[in-house]
């Protein structure tokens, strides 16, 4: 049988992200991707909207759940992004209790970007977020969700190779058996991800060309790749290579149009070429 992988996080309506995002991407890589939304919001909450409506769902997690039980619906898969800190014991438990035995479980910590956590997180909710990287097989933070799972200052640009070592194994420690770190960047034109396997103590990296543009929504992007990816039978440094080009592509198709594209990237026109690198 086919595996099928369940993603959740929220439905931002419009935005290019999350939800919008993974279910086409995974999909495209010919994944059957169910869906559980945790909250519905008129728009992303980044820099650019002057505000949006926000419609939780969580009531909703435990009733799905108790239906998929009776239905004995199963993944082989969770890919976790954007959801909110009552939603994490609701997450677990569905991790738990609709699991074919040994399913992967990929957690995107999407709570916070360039030193900052997300308008509406507050201050204790990366002690939270680090209860859904426990038990995880990958987390996929960025740098700034890294540090504020450790409590850590961010470090900006300001890191070397031995900084990240560290960290990982750190990020290893709450629990995740792999930690793949995305924007790290040791050269000034060259970006991409580093991939820590905690059970052999080894380091992968992936560098790709840093385009010097910041888009919202490419955390997503690239999650959704590597979850797709990896869903393929890839290694996990294969799914970071496919991700981080796809990314790159995505940004090189929005750039001619930043200015009225300003909320996401054109992922859709950068499909085809995850497809061909996934063949
Ligand atoms: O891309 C992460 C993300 C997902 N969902 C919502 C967001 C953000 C980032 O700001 O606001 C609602």
């Known amino acids: 049988m086919d595996k099928k992988l369940l993603t959740i996080q929220d439905i931002s309506c419009v935005g290019q992200c999350s939800l919008t995002v993974a279910l086409p991407i995974i999909s495209a890589c010919g994944i059957?991707?169910?869906i559980l939304p945790g909250a519905l919001l008129s728009n992303h909450t980044a820099a650019g909207y002057s505000g949006w409506t926000f419609n939780d769902l969580t009531d909703e997690m435990p009733k799905i759940l108790e239906r998929w039980n009776k239905e004995n619906i199963k993944f082989d898969a969770f890919y976790t992004g954007y959801v909110t800190k009552t939603q994490i014991a609701h997450i677990l438990q569905i991790m738990d209790k609709a699991a074919v035995p040994g399913a992967l479980r990929i957690v995107d910590p999407a709570m916070a970007d360039n030193g900052k956590l997300y308008a509406g997180f507050d201050d204790n909710f990366p002690q939270e977020m680090a209860k859904l990287c426990k038990g995880a097989d990958y987390i996929l933070p960025n740098l700034t969700e890294a540090s504020f799972l450790l409590g850590i200052p961010y470090a900006g640009s300001d890191y070397d190779q031995a900084?990240?070592?560290k960290i990982s194994r750190d990020l290893a420690k709450l629990g995740a058996k792999n930690v793949v770190i995305t924007g790290v960047s040791f050269e000034k034109d060259k970006v991409g991800a580093s991939v820590y396997h905690a059970d052999t103590d080894t380091f992968e990296y992936y560098f790709n060309e840093k385009i010097d543009v910041a888009f919202h929504g490419t955390g997503d992007v690239f999650s959704s790749a590597f979850a797709g990816a990896l869903m393929r039978g890839t290694s996990a440094i294969q799914a970071a290579k496919i991700a981080a080009d796809f990314v790159v592509e995505a940004i090189k198709k929005t750039?001619?149009?930043?200015?009225?594209?300003?909320?996401?990237?054109?992922f859709e026109k950068a499909i085809p070429s995850l497809i061909k690198a996934l063949n």
Request: charged share 45%.
């Open 32 to 34: 059957e991707t169910a």
């Open 163 to 165: 900084y990240i070592e």
């Open 255 to 266: 750039l001619d149009d930043k200015k009225d594209h300003w909320y996401g990237v054109k």
